[in-house]
């Protein structure tokens, strides 16, 4: 209809993609110290979790194409193929970090090991500065989830997980907002039977974070 072949469509989107995913660190950002502050506060002033400056949480990207190469790696619980992230988001919206590379099949507490933050948590957070995540990672002083069980009979669990779930369902908007935008994301059409065609598939989803995050 516009003239133009299916190469020269393939070729453009390779290249924006590629110039979105090489400017990441510019928009896909920790925050600093003075806007970590501000989090927190605000955190404390609503829900009452003084220090907690944002929340994280694993999400899958389903794949549209069984992977050519070990593709029972990729099969997720949700019985399809995809690949496995976790994203950290702050109260705004705005996504902080971004941790990608991982098959389906990978569970959040695996990916959660490879991120910068769990790992440096010293460069990531002042003192007294944690996350919010769920049942299914790794509790740290860095990384709060709700009680469970036995612990969670009394009232006061209870509330605690109550106040938590309306803090961190953030971090689920967020994912929820990334995928409604950009319905790529919803199915990655890419055919993984290659490393350069799984490294074009996270930059893929990459450069979408990056649009995400650019206002």
């Known amino acids: 209809?516009?003239?133009?072949?299916?190469?020269?469509?393939?070729?453009?989107?390779r290249r924006v993609i590629g110039a979105l995913g090489a400017v990441a660190p510019q928009h896909v950002k920790w925050a600093n110290a003075r806007r970590r502050a501000g989090l927190s506060a605000s955190a404390a002033s609503k829900f009452g979790f003084d220090g907690c400056v944002g929340a994280a949480d694993g999400t899958t990207f389903s794949l549209a194409y069984q992977p050519a190469f070990q593709p029972w790696t990729y099969y997720d619980r949700k019985q399809r193929y995809s690949l496995s992230g976790l994203i950290t988001?702050?109260?705004d919206g705005y996504i902080t970090n971004g941790v990608l590379g991982c098959t389906g099949a990978a569970p959040?507490?695996?990916v959660q090991s490879?991120?910068?933050w769990h790992h440096r948590p010293n460069l990531f957070f002042s003192a007294g500065q944690y996350l919010l995540g769920d049942q299914g990672m790794l509790y740290s002083r860095n990384l709060i989830g709700?009680?469970?069980?036995?612990?969670?009979n009394g009232p006061e669990h209870r509330n605690f997980n109550y106040q938590l779930a309306r803090l961190r369902v953030k971090s689920e908007h967020t994912i929820g907002i990334l995928k409604g935008r950009w319905g790529s994301l919803e199915e990655l059409r890419i055919a993984l039977s290659t490393d350069k065609h799984f490294s074009f598939a996270l930059t893929w989803v990459m450069a979408y974070v990056v649009l995400h995050n650019v206002p």
Do not use: R
């Not at 072949?5 to 989107?13: L, Q």
């Not at 709700?146 to 969670?152: G, L, N, R, S």
């Open 1 to 13: 209809m516009l003239g133009v072949s299916v190469g020269a469509v393939v070729k453009c989107t």
């Open 89 to 91: 988001c702050d109260w």
């Open 108 to 110: 959040d507490t695996f």
């Open 114 to 116: 490879l991120t910068s």
């Open 146 to 152: 709700p009680c469970k069980q036995p612990e969670m």
